[in-house]
């Protein structure tokens, strides 16, 4: 078993999306992993090269800390209000209503919760180079 590169997250309601770069083929490919308390631990088979291949939680905790770097809970709930406000409106404004409504139904819609992830992470980079200017 190897460990591998772990070189994105996205959170999901019970689990994490990851995605990983095998250290032997070095093919690219994303995983759901669910989470035991929080804590996701993986093995996970390379779909080109069939390498067994290890999350430890210390290799996510590394990962989460670059792309979700520790804030307080005020900050953190701040974020995440504003993400799921963009996530809730950004398919209802004119002119992409009108593109993204197939037979009376704006499609959308069912993007919401997947898309609050990404939300977050553009708001905290935002704040990271608002910060440093």
């Not at 704006?106 to 708001?123: D, H, K, M, V």
Request: with cysteine.
């Amino acid at each position: 078993m190897e460990l591998i590169d772990l070189i994105g997250v996205r959170g999901s309601v019970f689990g994490i999306f990851l995605t990983l770069k095998c250290p032997e083929c070095q093919h690219v490919f994303e995983v759901y992993q669910f989470t035991v308390a929080g804590i996701a631990i993986g093995r996970h088979c390379c779909p080109q090269c069939r390498t067994d291949l290890t999350v430890p939680p210390e290799t996510l905790n590394a990962a989460l800390k670059k792309y979700l770097p520790l804030r307080t809970y005020k900050e953190f709930a701040e974020l995440t209000e504003e993400a799921a406000r963009l996530a809730e409106n950004w398919y209802r404004t004119h002119p992409l209503d009108q593109v993204l409504t197939y037979r009376g139904i704006n499609l959308g819609e069912p993007t919401e919760r997947w898309l609050a992830a990404y939300f977050i992470q553009g708001l905290i980079k935002t704040l990271e180079q608002q910060g440093a200017a």
